[in-house]
């Protein structure tokens, strides 16, 4: 599981690219991969597109890199838990009294830092299922119906 979980944390922040041929008309390929990019573009990572000529096949190269937010987000959260940690180690050691500070503060630090992970997986699913359909509807859009049967509306 936890091997699951680093996994999911590094495909949050990583780029990727993905190749596509077809045997359309580079005007056809383009009017079918705008419609799908039109429906299905992701929320938490930034997709760039490239035609590229094989001589009689024509290829879309599509790169998935994560959203500048993502990045700030999980920076700012960092931030946020170190002082968080830094508060809870000044409240526990600045005064000799019980207030309610002295519990608060260390117990938030503590869900804070139990909830990261799981926040961080759940951005990272989100990326690699808005992308899994994504690609979905590339492949659907550029591969005829033979290679390609299952309709997109089977999974909405």
Not at 89 to 107: I, M
Not at 122 to 134: C, K, N, T, V
Not at 142 to 156: A, G, I, Q, V, Y
């Given at each position: 599981?936890?091997?699951?979980?680093?996994?999911?944390?590094?495909?949050?922040?990583?780029?990727?690219?993905?190749?596509?041929?077809?045997?359309?008309?580079?005007?056809?390929?383009?009017?079918?991969?705008?419609?799908?990019l039109a429906l299905r573009m992701p929320r938490?990572?930034?997709?760039?597109?490239?035609?590229?000529?094989?001589?009689?096949?024509?290829?879309?190269?599509?790169?998935?890199?994560?959203?500048?937010?993502?990045?700030r987000f999980l920076g700012a959260t960092s931030?946020?838990?170190?002082?968080?940690?830094?508060?809870?180690?000044?409240?526990?050691?600045?005064?000799?009294?019980?207030?309610?500070?002295?519990?608060?503060?260390?117990?938030?630090?503590?869900?804070?830092?139990?909830?990261?992970?799981?926040?961080?997986?759940?951005?990272?699913?989100?990326?690699?299922?808005?992308?899994?359909?994504?690609i979905r509807a590339i492949r659907h859009a550029?591969?005829?119906?033979?290679?390609?049967?299952?309709?997109?509306?089977?999974?909405?």
């Open positions: 599981m936890a091997s699951e979980i680093r996994r999911i944390a590094k495909a949050l922040v990583e780029s990727r690219c993905e190749s596509f041929t077809t045997r359309y008309s580079r005007d056809e390929s383009l009017r079918r991969v705008t419609g799908a938490i990572a930034t997709v760039e597109t490239a035609w590229k000529d094989d001589g009689d096949r024509l290829r879309l190269d599509v790169s998935f890199r994560p959203a500048r937010v993502v990045r931030i946020a838990l170190t002082l968080l940690v830094a508060s809870s180690a000044w409240t526990l050691f600045a005064s000799e009294e019980p207030t309610p500070l002295k519990f608060l503060v260390p117990l938030v630090t503590a869900l804070g830092i139990l909830g990261f992970p799981i926040l961080v997986v759940a951005l990272g699913s989100q990326r690699e299922a808005e992308e899994a359909r994504l550029l591969l005829d119906e033979e290679e390609f049967p299952r309709s997109l509306r089977d999974d909405d």
